[in-house]
């Protein structure tokens, strides 16, 4: 199993420019997440999902969306990247119940100029 | 959401004991304790969890005390692989909407 896979690994975007980060997973897990990491910080959640075809906000969820059309695929969107963007951005994916093991991408380092 | 209380970072030197300490005063009847940690570059990875009872497992052992409003994470025998931040953070069992807060973390250095 490749466990859970994101790409890309790094970016660079000029501000206004859009992109979309991809995650992966081969576990058959129904939740997936999208969380940010700021130098020095914790991670934030930025948006997750409890099955295909459902997202929900997480705590910092603004600028961003997110789809979840096939259940092994998680898509986090920037419509109009700004400087403020710049993280490091990890997926994650668990079975099913909240207290299941989060299991986490390599993470994608994104520097938006 | 409850929160974690832990030490910004810690000292140990290597092949001895590590304790990392967690204070979650606020802790409900139903939330479960949890450990990740996050090597450099890396994302974070489970490490154990808990509920009442103290847990081992292949990696750490979870030691919570009896009133649960504090936790501490064992290494029994720490390598210089083990250098990485700790987070404790607390999860509501049974509840759908999975949001797992963390906080900074305990930045654990490993002495050779």
């Known amino acids: 199993n490749a466990g859970v896979t994101q790409t890309p690994k790094f970016r660079v975007l000029k501000t206004g420019q859009s992109m979309t980060l991809l995650c992966a997973q081969d576990?058959?897990?129904?939740?997936m997440y999208w969380y940010r990491q700021d130098p020095g910080m914790g991670l934030r959640l930025i948006h997750y999902?409890?099955?295909?075809?459902?997202?929900a906000k997480g705590e910092v969820p603004d600028g961003y969306n997110v789809s979840r059309l096939k259940k092994q695929n998680f898509l986090l969107g920037l419509e109009s990247a700004a400087p403020s963007q710049t993280s490091v951005y990890f997926c994650?994916?668990?079975?099913?119940?909240?207290?299941?093991?989060?299991?986490f991408g390599p993470g994608t380092r994104l520097t938006v100029l | 959401d409850a929160k974690t209380t832990q030490p910004n970072s810690m000292e140990s030197n290597e092949e001895e004991p590590v304790h990392l300490p967690c204070n979650h005063s606020?802790?409900?009847?139903?939330?479960?304790i949890h450990w990740y940690r996050q090597l450099p570059s890396q994302g974070p990875e489970y490490v154990i969890h808990?509920?009442?009872s103290n847990v081992n497992n292949r990696m750490a052992s979870l030691a919570i005390a009896e009133d649960r409003k504090s936790s501490t994470l064992i290494l029994h025998r720490a390598t210089l692989r083990d250098a990485a931040v700790y987070y404790c953070?607390?999860?509501?069992?049974?509840?759908?909407?999975?949001?797992?807060?963390f906080g900074k973390g305990t930045r654990l250095h490993i002495l050779p």
């Open positions: 999902s409890v099955g295909e075809g459902t997202t």
């Open positions: 953070i607390l999860r509501p069992r049974g509840n759908r909407d999975d949001k797992i807060i």
């Open positions: 808990g509920l009442t």
């Open positions: 576990m058959n897990h129904e939740y």
């Open positions: 606020t802790i409900s009847g139903t939330d479960y």
């Open positions: 994650a994916s668990s079975y099913r119940i909240s207290t299941d093991t989060q299991y």
